[in-house]
């Protein structure tokens, strides 16, 4: 590996996975990481600087840096990123790299999912479901392990399924009670698990993609898109092709370090990344209750070395009128 050359590194910090994606100037993936993240995104993110630096070398040259997901504010404080997107942004700018011309992109992580409708390569509708955790990869892990099978063998045991049973997916608590009725009755497993995919893929189309006009090609992304039956149930549902891209789990950090890229060839300017070093700093963080208004705003605080790094939350910038959020969105 040259380590002259120019790099570009995307972050993804969500609630389940802390993802990690660094390409070269081509545009092609030179290394990815997928972590959990614990409940301790910091941890993870530093966990996930220092295998990078170990895989690369230290005087490897990042050119430019992106994050995102629902951490993105933490990773731009503690890495240095010169681009912070949303998930919608950076979902859709990867799967058109990948699949050009994708009009739908259907992502389901591991506490969320979502649904991207695409018009002329611009994201014209979306929605996401934060609330119910049916259908959520976290779910799917929960009675992966309740059955005592492997995640990486559940939707394969859907795939063995003769026939599916109806199992009610609009709610995890019920799902899950339903599932072990159906058990107790003597259903096959395989069965019950084909039952469950296509309960939660009917969920995902009832309250996320109702109303939405859903054209091929179609893109499922996102962690869950491992689980070959929650893929075949889509395309059952949907009588259309689902396309499950290369880097299908690390699609968020891909296309952050792709519009890190692109922002750092236009501007031209050196990029704010800090380094692989600071993976070897020590960083808290803190919630602090501001009661000086109505508003009781909650704010979240990085130290590093007994100094506050970074805060936000406050509605009025009291607290976070020190820190540029100009390229935050």
Known sequence: ??????????????????????IDEG?????????????????????????????MGSDVRIKGGGATGSGRKLASVIA????????????????Q?????????LEIGGQDSKIIILKNGVVYDFAMNTVCAAGTGSF??????RLDIPIEEFGRYALKSASAVRIAGRCAVFAESDMIHKQQMGQSVEDIINGLCEALVRNYMNNLAKGKEIEGPIVFQGG??????????????????VIIPRYYNVMGAFGAALMAKEKMKETGLDSNFYGFEVAAKD?????IECNDCPNMCEIIEIMSNG?????????????????SEEHVI
């Open 97 to 105: 790299k990948l699949v050009p011309g994708v009009r739908t992109i």
């Open 283 to 287: 960083y808290k963080a803190r919630s």
């Open 224 to 241: 869950v898109a491992a689980n070959v039956g929650i893929a075949a149930a889509f395309e059952r549902a949907l009588e259309k092709k």
């Open 80 to 95: 240095g990123a010169d681009v912070v997107k949303n998930e919608i942004t950076c979902h859709a700018v990867a799967a």
């Open 27 to 55: 545009e092609t993936v030179v290394e990815k990481l997928y972590l959990r993240t614990g409940g301790q995104p910091i941890n993870a993110l530093r966990k996930g600087l220092r295998m990078l630096s170990e895989a």
């Open 140 to 145: 799917l892990d929960r009675q992966a392990a």
């Open 1 to 22: 590996m040259v380590k002259q050359a120019g790099y570009y590194l995307g972050i993804d910090v969500g609630s389940v996975s802390t993802n990690l994606v660094v």
């Open 307 to 323: 100094h506050a790094m970074a805060r936000w939350g406050d509605k009025c910038g009291k607290w976070s009128s020190g820190v």
